[in-house]
């Protein structure tokens, strides 16, 4: 099946500091890709839709200025948190779909633990 | 907008033994495609299977089997002859038909295999 990668797998950081996630998709194009939050034992949240070549789309509560996502080409999306807070500890997630096929399955990528201390 | 719900927070189940995951769904939409997903302690998100919605007949791969009840709006997920290494959160997921849609997640169930 089709491959994302995501990188960092774990980063801690200082509080006020940015991070910068990468989302990969090693042997598909993605036009669209997914960043989502998830707390211990929770499901996944959506934060934002990252579309290649244009704005991503925000879910509603999610502040666009905090998490910056950037789809610069098809196989790359970034988010980046920006001024970190502990409160924005959590595991964050990417996924995107292949195109090709029926274009259903999301592949996710690893995940990315982040601890702002 | 859809909504999935899943009742079961947390399942234990023996080893070798078949277990069954809850899951219902609300739509309006008439043309989608239901999943599950397993979360292993890893914490990466594998398919476990998919439905189509058009399709009557349920999905299966290997001990993995569901019960998709259109009318009901239920979709619930078989697990036959239990392993360890099936310890995981699952999740259901509901896509509405259409490229770019993004997935309606359940709030999952633990699932706990025991030897």
């Known amino acids: 099946g089709a491959v994302v990668s995501q990188h960092p797998s774990r980063v801690i950081c200082k509080s006020g500091t940015s991070v910068k996630i990468e989302c990969r998709s090693l042997d598909f194009q993605a036009t669209t890709m997914f960043w989502y939050r998830q707390f211990p034992k929770q499901s996944l949240m959506l934060m934002a839709t990252s579309n290649e070549g244009s704005k991503a789309t925000y879910e509603q509560g999610v502040e666009k200025d905090k998490f910056l996502i950037n789809h610069a080409s098809l196989t790359l999306s970034t988010l980046t948190v920006t001024s970190a807070h502990p409160e924005d500890s959590s595991f964050y997630i990417c996924?995107?779909?292949?195109?090709?096929?029926?274009?259903?399955?999301?592949?996710f990528g690893q995940g990315t633990r982040l601890t702002v201390v | 907008a859809q909504t999935v719900t899943q009742s079961q927070p947390e399942m234990s189940v023996q080893e070798a033994e078949t277990v069954t995951l809850s899951c219902t769904y609300d739509t309006s939409e008439n043309n989608y495609y239901l999943f599950w997903y397993k979360q292993p302690p890893s914490r990466q998100m594998i398919l476990v299977i998919r439905?189509?919605?058009?399709?009557?007949q349920n999905a299966t791969e290997n001990r993995f089997s569901v019960n998709f009840q259109k009318a009901a709006k239920s979709f619930s997920l078989k697990i036959s002859d239990s392993q360890l290494g099936d310890t995981a959160m699952y999740f259901c997921a509901f896509l509405k038909a259409g490229g770019g849609n993004k997935l309606t997640f359940g709030t999952g169930t633990q699932l706990k295999v025991e030897l």
């Open positions: 996924s995107a779909r292949d195109p090709r096929g029926l274009n259903t399955e999301a592949f």
């Open positions: 439905q189509e919605a058009y399709k009557q």
